[in-house]
């Protein structure tokens, strides 16, 4: 059974830091890619950052700077780091994991980040 499962989530003040996890199982995690995307209340989806099988790392513009994406293919788990938390930041985060061979794309259940004083 594939499983993706997030974590770390929480209700942070402004200027704090989370690291979120995702810990997966049922496929071959250390040939998939990797990425994090986040929903905020009454927004659509949003791409945040990923990271290649070759562990090259990519974010979307406006998250350069505060995100780190990584991951530990001997525990099967993908990180982000987020630094310097605004409410802005407030999303359920999600990870995915595709692939193009074999073709999948698989979701975990997202985890919530709430930035607030």
């Known amino acids: 059974e594939v499983q993706l499962v997030e974590s770390g989530g929480g209700l942070v003040q402004p200027g704090g830091s989370l690291r979120l996890s995702c810990a997966a199982s049922g496929f071959t995690f250390s040939m998939s890619d990797l990425t994090w995307a986040r929903q905020a209340p009454g927004k659509g989806l949003e791409w945040v950052s990923g990271i290649d099988n070759d562990d090259r790392t990519y974010y979307a513009d406006s998250m350069k700077g505060r995100f780190t994406i990584s991951r530990d293919n001997a525990k099967n788990t993908v990180y982000l780091q987020i630094n310097s938390l605004k409410p802005e930041d407030t999303a359920v985060y999600y990870c995915?994991?595709?692939?193009?061979?074999?073709?999948?794309?698989?979701w975990g259940q997202g985890t919530q980040v709430t930035v607030s004083s």
């Open positions: 995915t994991a595709d692939s193009e061979r074999p073709p999948y794309d698989y």
